[in-house]
């Protein structure tokens, strides 16, 4: 037999269980608090890792020209010297195009070697700062995990006591019902248990069979809502047993306003034939 005391305690059960799943819920989506920050963390990783693959690039060809650069240098130096051991006409005009290819080749590796320089500047400015980001980002992430894990850790004794809690409370009730009354919970916003007026479930206001209805007021048993699956109690209606049964409307599908617009043309069709009976 359902006993107004094992109602009692299914709504205090609800909460319970309606606050401890918002617990967990809130324990699942904390972490994820992190990934935005832990994205951005990754990306200056990514393109410190690229910044200095770059400079590396840029290093090396620096170093190419340079190579170039002093080779130039020497080649044109020695033809400079030769100048004075030419004889003929031919020799000096071999030797003024070698000067000069040499000089125009050392012309376009200084400038290209100037550009170099500008870029590996430029290069490690950008990762000095990147660097500097990274770490104040590292140190930042730790924080704000060691915040999280302060929370959680305190969420989750939160949960635990709310556990005792629900353990004491579902001594003496059916595990199978409980199991059921937790999952309505988490799928019914916080909601399990309604009242049943004038047939009609107040959870989602669908009309009952009158022998549905009859079971929840007899109460031998937890009675679940066939539609919205939520554990139905019964509650006095305002207007007395008899509107609280409709039998005319048993079995359908409709909103609780449908059923009052229904009883108020009742009444009106009352009105009109006990005027025609006084006349």
Known sequence: MVTENDLDKLRKLQDIIHEKLGLE???????????????????????????????????????????????????????????????????????DKEIKDASEKEHQYRKDLQQK??????????IKRQASMIEQQEKELEDRRKKIEAEISDKQKQIDVLKKKENKLTENLDSEVVFKFERIIKNKKGIGIVAIKRNVCMGCHMI????????????????????????????????????????????????????????????????????????
């Open 117 to 126: 320089e500008k870029t590996l500047a430029e290069l490690d400015d950008q």
């Open 25 to 95: 819920k809130n324990i699942q989506e904390i972490p994820k608090l992190l990934g935005t920050q832990e994205e951005l963390l990754n990306r200056l990783k990514k393109t410190f890792i690229e910044r200095n693959s770059e400079f590396e690039k840029v290093k090396n060809e620096e170093v190419d020209l340079r190579n170039k650069l002093a080779i130039t240098e020497a080649a044109r130096e020695k033809s400079e010297k030769n100048m004075d051991a030419v004889s003929t006409q031919r020799e000096y005009e071999l030797l």
């Open 208 to 279: 009952l069979p009158v022998q549905f209805a009859n079971e929840v007021r007899i109460g031998e048993e937890f009675v679940f809502c066939p539609y919205c699956s939520r554990i139905l109690f019964y509650e006095e209606s305002q207007e007395g047993e008899e509107d609280y049964f409709n039998t005319e409307d048993t079995g359908a599908l409709s909103d609780l306003d449908d059923i009052e617009e229904e009883y108020e043309d009742d009444e009106e069709e009352e009105e009109i034939v006990n005027i025609d009976s006084e006349e």
